[in-house]
Every structure is written in C-alpha cells, then in structure tokens.
C-alpha cells in the first residue's frame, strides 16, 4: 500500500527537478533568516539577562539558531540532488545516501516546528525566571556600594523608563522594600526613628517610588513621594490618579514585549519550515520517481513516485527494527570487542 | 589632413590652438567613453537617489524635533537636496540614454541638439550640489540659534499643560531630557529661573507659598528643584530633585562636589552635537557625491564635443579632438556675454549695427546649438 503515489512522465521529471532546484534555494535563504531571527532574539534577550533569573528561555533562540544553520546545509544537498536527478549515471551515487539525509532532514524541519512550540509553551518559564529577578533587582536597588550589585539600581531605572512600567507586579512593590539605602538616612531625624521603629525588621519602609516610576505624560509635576497620602499634595487624589507613575508591572510589560516578538518571530518560522517540507516533499517524489527509472532502457518513460512504499505504520516499524539491530549490533561490538560487524545484513 | 579637411568645412571656421585641456580621441576611444559614460550615469541614478535619501532623511529630523525648531529657514537645506537629488536621477537617466546612442553617430544625430543644452543643465546642476554641501555645513548657526530660542520657550510653557498648543510641550520636554540625558537648556540652572509648577498644583492657602510668590518681583513661584526627567540613573542615590541647592536640606549632600545626581549637560548642547554629527556625515557624502557628478560632467563634455567635431569633419570613424572650452576662458566669457548682449539686440532690429557676424533675421543661428556661427574670432 503506497503512500501519496503520483505518476510522472519524463517532463514532469525535469518540471519538478527545476522547480526543486528554486525552492531548494528559498529554503536556503530561509534557514539564513531563521538563524539571523535566532541570533536576533537571543540578543534581546540577553540585553534584559539581569532582571531574569534563570536562561532557560535562551533555548528557544539557541534551537533556531541550530537549525537555521543547519538547514542551509540540508538545502545545499538537496540542490545538488536535484542537479544531478535528471542525469542517469550520475544519480546513482546518492543512491545510498538518500534515505539516512531524508530522514535527518524531517527530523530537522520538525526540530523547527518544536522551536515554535517553544516559544509559546516557554511563557510560564519566562513568566517565573523574571518575577524572581524583578524581586532580587528592587530588593538589591539600594546596594550601589555592594559589588555585584552596584549597577541594579541603574538597570531597573533604565529598564522602567525604557518599558515605562514600575515595579515587579505593580508600583506597590516599592513600598514593601527599603530601597533608600540608610547612607543617606539621617538617623537623628524624628521622621526616620519612628518610620524604623514602627518596622518588624527595622526596614525603613515608605510609600515611595524611584524617579524611574514616573510617566512624561502626567499634566502635573510628579508626586513620587507620600503617594498614598491624599492631604500631602494639594488638588491629588490617590485612587483617582492614573497619569502620574506608571500603572503596569515591569514583569506583564517584559512578557508581553517578548511574547511578541516570539509571536512575530513563530509565525515566519513557520512559513519557512512549509518551504523546507515542500522542498523534502519533492526531494522524495523525485527520488522514488527517478529510482524507479534507472537501470532501464528507456529513460523518458513515464514513473510512479510515492511517499512511502509501504503504510505509515508497516515504514515505522521496519524503521524500529533498523534501529534496533544496528543498536544490538552496537552492544554486541562493544561487548565482544571485534566481532564481524558483517555478520549482520 | 585636419588642415585641408577645415579648409573644406563649409562652416568655415577654424578650430582655436588655444582650446582648454584638448585631447584627441580615435572612435574607438570615443566609444569607450560613451560606454564608461553610460555606466557612470546609471552609477549617478543611484547617488540622486541616495541623495534625495539624505534630503528626507534631514528633513524627518528636524520634523521629529518641530516643537523645538520652528524656524522655517531650517527647511531649505533639506528640500534643497530632495530637488537636487530628483533632477540628478532624471538628468543622470537621460543622460545615459544620450550616451548610450553616442556610440552609433545614426542615432547620436537625434540628440545633436540636445546635447550642449544637457551639458550645461548638467553643468548647472553640479553646481547646486556643491551649493547644497556648503549649505548643509552652513545650517549649523542657523539650527543653533533656532534650538535655543525653541528650547527657551518650551522650558517657559512647561507647565502650561491645559493652554491648548502647549498641552504636550511636558512631554515632550521630559522625554528630550530622559532621551538626551540633559537639563534645561545651557544646564540645570534654567529650571530655576522659570515657574515649572502650575498654580493649579499650587496650594494658594499655604504660608511658604505666599510667602515665596510675594518675594518674587513677577509673582512666579520660584524654587530650585527640577522636573523628574533631569535625574540621572547612574547616581548611586535616590534623585534629590527639590531644594538642590540646599546642602543642609538632604542627609550627606553636597551640592558643590554632586556630579551624578542630575544631568550636568544643557539640552541645547546636547542637540546640537546630535546634529552636528548628522550635518557632518550629510554634507560629506554630498561633497563626495559633488566630486564624483564633476567627473560625469567633464566626461560628457568631452563626449560632446568629440561628437561635434566628429560630425563636423563628416567622417564618422576619423579622429576628432574633445576639450572643455574650445577658447580660452576669457574669450569664452566675452563669447558668451556678446551672445547674451545680441540676444536682447536681435529681438529689436537694429539696423545700426553693422556686425557682420549677426545675421540679423533668422534667429536660428541664435541658438546654442549652433557654437561654429559664433566662434568667429577675430581672425576675421
């Protein structure tokens, strides 16, 4: 029972032979453009690396990247083959190659195709790995005399005004932290004893926010200071202000930003991996069609090209079976130590 | 051979020893030149692109900053060299055209007369590419002085967030100062001269606050503090933004050695060295852009006049000699000026002259394409 038979007279041989050797370049460029579209989300990436905890996400540009790379290599064979396909005496030589490259070749095009899950199935990682290093960036904001941590404060300043958001979840994160370090507290001040005092952890705890919080966009000068303390500024109402800092959390606005460009960067993926399965599509039916040609007299007949000689399932096992003996085959080399590695078929 | 061939010119003119930068060319040379010219002229397409390119570009700068620079003068550099740059792709297409058929003189006889006309248009509009340069390294005064006065002003109305067509210079000034890393327009100073806080904000019941609008002249309310978007993030300690130049008001603050609390920069120094920088790179490439349409010139011109002689001697695979000026620069000059004079003569008949050269009915030979008629030197 073969799989997707199509007959295919001898034009119909060089049609597909050409258009293969155009869609085998495409795809080429596609795999260039995957790689550059790799390397350029790894590099945003990495620009934010310090407010993310772990580099787990890093796997999604690393595994684009890697197939990029890789199926410039695919399309160039596969360019060849269509070269050489339509000259008898030279197609033999692939002959034995063909079927080990097909099947590297799908697995790689669906190495692509996990690539794109990825980026989608890697969000509540992303989501983690930044919440934890939002924390640790506004915990740390005060240290700028502790090394290794002396440059937080200017990341998150930079990062809130940048992303124009404030905070991990919200801007309230900044009133559960001490982030005015107490080198520039004056401990003789009335305020600052009982603001201490009235602290368990003997943390000076305002409601407060950095500079960084504050949106351009505000009609009035911005109130960083007392921000829950409607009588402290005059014509201010704290449930009914919306302009004056930001209201998003760095961590949606991070998320949504990279999500993004995940998204953008998925769906021209995936495209390219269409090309790519059209290209192997092709490379098969030319193969089998051309297989089916060789050794006879007359090479202008017509031929039938297939998917797959037999069902799904029967190709499946006959290739587990491979697999398996040529792992036995393995063990038993290993095990021995120089037995005939002929004695197998 | 060349002397008996003139003498057999019906034209009857001589050709001048005193011809600038002559230079023989056979026809296989001449059609090696049309080729190059050809080639260089496509080459110019893609530099009038490149520069009307640099013209938008230019010209979205400034846009982008509109707020700040309202002078309209600031637009002539860059619609300039959007002008220039469409004239130089359609001059630079005809002109392949033109150089394309000078190699078969049949089709060359098509665009005989226009090729003196395109010469000089080309001439021309080389020139207003070198014009266009000067003026670019010129602009620099002119947005200087248009930056400070634009900058001044939106540091006035930055409070004015509810007068409508000021609504948005806070904005626009906070986000200047955050993208620039700068202060106020010379330096920090400036915040404190103006009032940037509007009295709606402003609680009129509050003894400090009457007190400092009485104590000022104008009634503005006066402090040294500065918007949010002067702070700088590299200070390793929470933005002092009020009372900046109170030592004694912040804990361990010294207002005379505090480097990295604010910005130290003036926003106008600020812009000005970003467009310095895009000014310089602009008006060198169309210097380069200037030097390279100067060689396409000279080559045409030695084209033109190659093909002229080559169809003056009749003959059109014989030798013929191409230079840039066939007299000397000052005859030119005189040349040119007596044709500009009897150009005004001939439109009134004037029967009182009684030069021999003018051919006093027939304006044709008026025309530019007809050099031999007027170069009869004085010879005669």
Not at chain 1, 198 to 203: A, M, P, R
Not at chain 1, 292 to 313: F, I
Not at chain 1, 321 to 340: C, F, I, V
Not at chain 2, 16 to 45: G, Y
């Amino acid at each position: 029972m073969v799989l997707m038979k199509m007959k295919f007279s001898f034009q119909k041989r060089v049609k597909l032979a050409q258009a293969l050797w155009l869609l085998s370049w495409v795809a080429s460029i596609g795999g260039a453009v995957t790689f550059t579209l790799g390397v350029f989300l790894k590099t945003e990436l990495h620009r934010r690396s310090e407010v993310m905890d772990n580099a787990e996400i890093h796997a999604v540009p690393n595994t684009l990247m890697i197939v990029g790379l890789t199926s410039l290599g695919v399309n160039f064979f596969a360019g060849r083959m269509c070269q050489d396909a339509l000259d008898a005496s030279r197609f033999p030589r692939w002959k034995g190659l063909l079927q080990p490259y097909l099947a590297v070749a799908v697995f790689l095009a669906l190495v692509m195709l996990v690539a794109i899950v990825m980026s989608y199935a890697m969000k509540g990682s992303l989501e983690a790995s930044l919440e934890v290093g939002l924390r640790n960036g506004i915990r740390f904001y005060k240290d700028t005399d502790t090394p290794g941590r002396c440059y937080r404060k200017q990341t998150i300043d930079q990062l809130q005004m940048a992303f124009q958001c404030c905070g991990n979840t919200d801007f309230r994160d900044w009133f559960e932290v001490q982030w005015i370090s107490n080198r520039y507290l004056d401990f003789n001040s009335r305020e600052v004893k009982d603001c201490i005092k009235s602290n368990v952890d003997g943390h000076y705890l305002v409601d407060s926010v950095p500079f960084s919080c504050c949106n351009p966009s505000s009609p009035r000068p911005c109130i960083q200071h007392r921000l829950t303390n409607d009588s402290a500024h005059y014509s201010y109402e704290y449930e009914a202000e919306e302009l004056n800092i930001y209201v998003r959390g760095c961590r949606e606005a991070l998320v949504s930003y990279y999500m993004g460009l995940m998204n953008s960067i998925g769906a021209g993926v995936l495209s390219i991996f269409l090309v790519q399965m059209s290209v192997l599509v092709s490379l098969r039916y030319l193969q089998t069609a051309m297989e089916a040609v060789a050794g006879q007299e007359n090479m202008e007949m017509e031929t039938e090209g297939y998917l797959l000689e037999k069902s799904v399932k029967a190709t499946a096992k006959e290739f587990r079976d491979k697999a398996l003996t040529l792992l036995q085959l393995n063990q038993e080399d290993t095990m021995s130590g120089g037995r005939n590695p002929d004695a197998l078929s | 051979m060349s002397a008996s061939r003139e003498k057999n010119n019906s034209k009857c003119f001589t050709v001048s020893k005193m011809a600038v930068l002559k230079v023989k060319f056979t026809k296989s040379k001449r059609d090696k030149l049309a080729q190059v010219l050809w080639i260089l002229n496509w080459v110019s397409v893609v530099t009038g692109i490149i520069l009307l390119s640099l013209g938008l570009f230019l010209k979205v700068e400034i846009a982008k900053r509109r707020e700040l620079l309202s002078d309209r003068q600031l637009q002539v550099v860059p619609d300039m060299l959007i002008a220039v740059g469409l004239i130089a792709c359609i001059i630079n297409l005809l002109g392949g055209k033109i150089c394309h058929d000078c190699v078969d003189t049949a089709k060359y006889l098509r665009w005989k007369l226009l090729m003196l006309p395109y010469t000089i248009c080309t001439f021309f509009f080389t020139f207003c590419i070198l014009v266009g340069a000067l003026m670019c390294y010129n602009m620099r005064g002119q947005l200087e002085s248009s930056l400070l006065a634009g900058l001044n002003d939106a540091i006035r109305y930055y409070k004015d967030t509810d007068t409508p067509g000021r609504c948005f210079l806070k904005r626009t000034v906070d986000v200047l100062q955050m993208q620039f890393q700068c202060c106020g327009s010379v330096d920090f100073r400036d915040w404190f001269q103006i009032q940037w806080i509007s009295n709606r904000y402003l609680d009129m019941s509050h003894k400090e606050i009457v007190q400092r609008l009485r104590s000022n002249v104008e009634g503005k309310y006066l402090v040294d503090a500065v918007p949010f978007s002067c702070c700088n993030p590299s200070s390793p300690r929470p933005c002092i933004q009020q009372q900046v130049t109170n030592s004694s008001a912040h804990f361990n603050y010294d207002y005379r050695r505090e480097e990295l609390n604010l910005w130290r920069r003036g926003c106008c120094q600020a812009l000005m060295e970003y467009y310095s920088q895009i000014l310089q790179s602009v008006g060198l490439t169309v210097l380069l852009i200037w030097l390279f349409e100067l060689s396409v010139l000279t080559g045409v011109r030695y084209l033109q006049t190659a093909m002229d002689n080559v169809l003056r001697n009749g003959d059109p695979d014989s030798e013929s000699d191409g230079w840039l000026l066939e007299n000397s620069l000052a005859e030119t000059a005189r040349s040119n000026f007596n044709i500009i004079k009897n150009l005004g003569k001939c439109n009134r008949v004037d029967t009182t002259d009684d030069d021999p050269n003018i051919d006093i009915p027939s304006t044709s030979q008026e025309g530019p394409g007809n050099l031999p008629a007027k170069l009869i030197p004085a010879t005669s």
